[in-house]
């Protein structure tokens, strides 16, 4: 019988909010409670090491060990493994950026654990134990904001560059085949479609930001350029003539990515002339 934590799945924690609530362990990726009877799985895609993943409603989630094989009868695996047998409740939390824990809501063992090779802290090859794991809820899928995605991706990022060429390798050769999915939701803004077109038909064919034709023609001949607002609606920008401009592909990624001051000030300038 699960005790009454009072979370909704998509609820964020943070680490101290969670210890309180299920009085477990301020630390590690499966803390077991005695006092709620309760163990908390905590899939942290912050940290590179284990290769966690969704397929289709199935969550695979790595057991307990950062060095050498794994065991099944070793600690919280061991816990995991007989959970269908026992009252022990199991309850996941996804973290995506640091200490905001994404509660998902109870789960259950809804296969058999089976063996794969990952690399260890230490970039050597050995076997782990993967938990099959499905939501006891089945109809409580969690749509995972974008953001939360790309915070992720960057922190991921920064601990493959840092990765010496043979370490890169490694991970790389041994990623999993088949990717994991899930839904995510971006937030938004509905664009005016005459601002827009008014700032195409301004730049006549040629990027505002590089000076360089459009790289090509749509299908009805006309030139592509894609509109950028230089002042990012996410950050408050207004959806006005004054701050959108008409960008190649490869500008407008280039604004996205980098965003330069010097970049800025010059399609600033080119919209003020309406």
């Known amino acids: 019988m699960s005790f009454e934590h009072g979370l909704q799945p998509s609820d964020v924690l943070t680490n101290q909010e969670l210890m309180n609530i299920f009085k477990c362990a301020m630390a590690?990726?499966?803390?077991?409670?005695?006092r709620t009877n309760a163990l908390v799985l905590i899939s942290d895609h912050t940290k590179s090491l284990y290769d966690d993943r969704w397929i289709n409603n199935v969550f695979h989630y790595t057991g307990m060990g950062q060095v050498g094989d794994q065991s099944l009868d070793y600690s919280?695996?061991?816990?995991?493994?007989?959970s269908t047998h026992t009252n022990v409740t199991v309850y996941?939390?996804?973290?995506?950026?640091?200490?905001?824990?994404?509660?998902q809501g109870e789960v259950y063992?809804?296969?058999?654990?089976?063996?794969?090779?990952?690399?260890?802290?230490?970039?050597?090859?050995?076997?782990?134990?993967?938990?099959?794991?499905?939501?006891k809820n089945e109809h409580n899928e969690i749509v995972i904001p974008t953001e939360f995605f790309e915070s992720r991706e960057k922190i991921q990022e920064k601990k493959a560059k840092k990765l010496t060429q043979d370490e890169l390798m490694k991970r790389a050769s041994r990623a999993s085949h088949k990717p994991g999915s899930r839904m995510v939701v971006t937030k938004g803004y509905e664009r005016d479609v005459y601002v827009s077109e008014y700032a195409k038909r301004r730049a006549n064919g040629i990027c505002q930001l590089c000076e360089e034709p459009a790289p090509f023609h749509t299908k009805?001949?006309?030139?592509?350029?894609?509109?950028?607002?230089?002042?990012?609606?996410?950050?408050?920008?207004?959806?006005?003539?004054?701050?959108?401009?008409?960008?190649?592909?490869?500008c407008h990624r280039r604004m996205h990515s980098l965003n330069l001051k010097k970049d800025i000030e010059k399609l600033k300038v080119v919209a003020s002339k309406g």
């Open 76 to 82: 919280q695996n061991k816990k995991l493994y007989q």
């Open 220 to 250: 009805k001949g006309d030139p592509y350029l894609e509109t950028h607002h230089i002042e990012w609606l996410s950050k408050g920008g207004e959806d006005t003539i004054e701050n959108t401009v008409a960008l190649c592909p490869n």
């Open 28 to 34: 590690g990726g499966m803390r077991f409670s005695h």
């Open 109 to 135: 063992l809804s296969g058999s654990p089976y063996q794969e090779e990952q690399l260890d802290r230490n970039n050597e090859l050995r076997l782990v134990w993967v938990f099959p794991l499905s939501l």
């Open 92 to 103: 996941l939390f996804e973290v995506f950026t640091r200490n905001q824990y994404i509660f």
